[in-house]
């Protein structure tokens, strides 16, 4: 049986900022339903690749692909129109306003009322803390509040593709291992696909499916989660 | 110089963020503040800063009551902070950034910017310092690059060198940790003994238990609020409820 389409595909890229090139020709995919982990050192280009994918960064050559389709000019419009959802990294939420406004923001693409609704009631499902919260202003919640608040609004779309900038930042190890779960969960029970950039790479290697190692901004492994799993092979390839 | 309050209590639309927490860092040693999201951490930190006024209590630096002062005039009584998030100046330098970070410089005056008097050399003395740091932090390749173009933990070393350029007593780190690599973590905790060495205090939050086990000489325990447990980190870490509610 042939291999299936890539759900996201990453082919060549070559990105930056200002004159500094970050990715020299990355080469990646996920997957239908594949949680695909991205690691790699501090400025190793990880978090440049999530923002080239959904159009926050021009390509300098190279180009993405959605189940097969390329994208010629990805912008973030365009990507939500494909159900492809970003999360940024550093809880990025509007201080200002509420929880539930957050929220409303998150989903704003939604067709009507009543898919906001069920967005809402889902993702309140999910993230139970928050939803004591709604009418708190997003500024006064703790990081890691912030944090389930940023994926949540992620989520509200019912995504089929979610690039997800370090998820755990902020977050202490029980609550980690929750939002980890809760990412797999949509993987293997909705079909959901995962690129998901992390700095805690033993948690994340316990849900993804494979992992890239980019270094220097190039790909310097890529294989299955499980190889990885013994630890002097993965100080190898990561450290 | 030490830290200490009493009686801090905070509330966010009702939600009760602190509870009557009254604690003490060691002078010169480094305290961890540990604990789940949401318990107060940073609201507690926010408040010794002077960025959130609270509903009650007082703090102090020494001997020096420092309640309800203003961020800029805590951080003229020696005591510099993180955020959680990295707060630089992206479009400027690397070095710009740690030089705009110390105190009391000639050229702030309106009339000593405009006529420079005084102004060159000791801006000149600004940017040696601030190289040694950035030296001191491991971004001395990384000097001229803009602020904004580094990675995220490049840009919590860069934070870290701001917070030194001020010369504070006092260092409150808010997850310093988070988000970075484990040999630019491992770097961080080798600086942070450093400054400890050099007789500062350093008080910070973290949800990284082993590097709170490696250099905290005092750990503070928060949940809902109100302090649970505090003490030497072998002794607190060790405790079986402290083990299964927020390490395990």
């Known amino acids: 049986m042939p291999d299936p389409q890539p759900h996201l595909g990453i082919y060549d890229l070559h990105t930056g900022y200002a004159k500094k090139e970050v990715l020299g020709g990355v080469t990646l995919d996920v997957l239908p339903g594949e949680v695909v982990a991205l690691i790699g050192h501090n400025g190793a280009g990880k978090s440049t690749v999530l923002k080239a994918a959904f159009g926050m960064l021009p390509i300098w050559a190279g180009h993405v692909a959605l189940q097969g389709s390329r994208i010629n000019l990805p912008s973030p419009r365009i990507m939500l129109g494909h159900k492809v959802a970003y999360s940024p990294q550093g809880n990025r939420v509007f201080g200002e306003l509420t929880v539930l406004h957050n929220l409303e923001l998150g989903g704003l693409t939604l067709a009507s009322k009543a898919e906001l609704r069920e967005g809402l009631a889902r993702v309140l499902l999910l993230f139970p803390a928050l939803r004591g919260r709604t009418k708190q202003r997003a500024g006064t919640l703790s990081g890691g509040e912030r944090q389930m608040l940023s994926l949540a609004m992620a989520l509200i779309t019912s995504p089929r593709l979610l690039l997800l900038d370090e998820p755990s930042l902020g977050l202490a190890a029980p609550t980690t291992r929750k939002a980890l779960d809760v990412i797999h969960a949509l993987s293997s029970n909705q079909g959901v696909s995962v690129l998901i950039v992390e700095q805690k790479v ?11 190692v980019l270094r220097n901004g190039r790909v310097s492994f890529s294989g299955k989660a499980s190889a990885l799993e013994d630890e002097a092979r993965l100080r190898a390839v990561y450290l | 110089m030490n830290i200490r309050c009493t009686g801090l209590r905070k509330s966010f639309d009702g939600v009760i963020a602190l509870g009557n927490i009254s604690v003490q860092c060691p002078t010169g040693g480094i305290t961890a503040i540990i604990g789940p999201n949401g318990a107060g951490k940073t609201t507690l930190l926010n408040i010794l800063t ?11 630096v020494g001997e020096r009551e420092i309640t309800g002062l203003p961020p800029y005039k805590v951080a003229r009584m020696g005591l ?5 998030d990295v707060r630089l100046i992206s479009m400027v330098t690397v070095l710009e950034n740690v030089m705009l970070a110390r105190p009391d410089q000639t050229g702030e005056g309106l009339l000593h910017a405009i006529l420079r008097i005084g102004v060159a050399g000791e801006e000149a003395c600004n940017q040696r310092e601030a190289s040694r740091l950035l030296q001191f932090v491991g971004l001395e390749k990384q000097t001229n690059e803009r602020a904004g173009t580094l990675s995220y933990g490049q840009q919590k070393l860069l934070t870290l060198a701001c917070c030194l350029a001020a010369q504070p007593e006092i260092l409150l780190l808010d ?18 003994q450093q400054i400890r060495q050099n007789g500062k205090t350093v008080v910070f939050v973290e949800h990284n238990i082993a590097a709170v086990r490696e250099i905290a000489d005092f750990v503070i325990v928060i949940d809902e609020g109100t302090v649970v447990a505090q003490g030497p980190p072998r002794e607190v870490l060790n405790r079986p409820e402290i083990l299964e509610a927020y390490v395990a």
């Open chain 1, 202 to 212: 033993r948690e994340v290697l316990r849900i993804a499916d494979r992992v890239f």
């Open chain 2, 50 to 60: 002077g960025f959130l006024s609270p509903d009650a209590g007082r703090w102090f």
């Open chain 2, 80 to 84: 510099t902070r993180t955020f959680q």
């Open chain 2, 175 to 192: 997850e310093p940790l988070a988000g970075v690599h484990t040999d630019t973590a491992a770097n961080i905790l080798r600086l942070l």
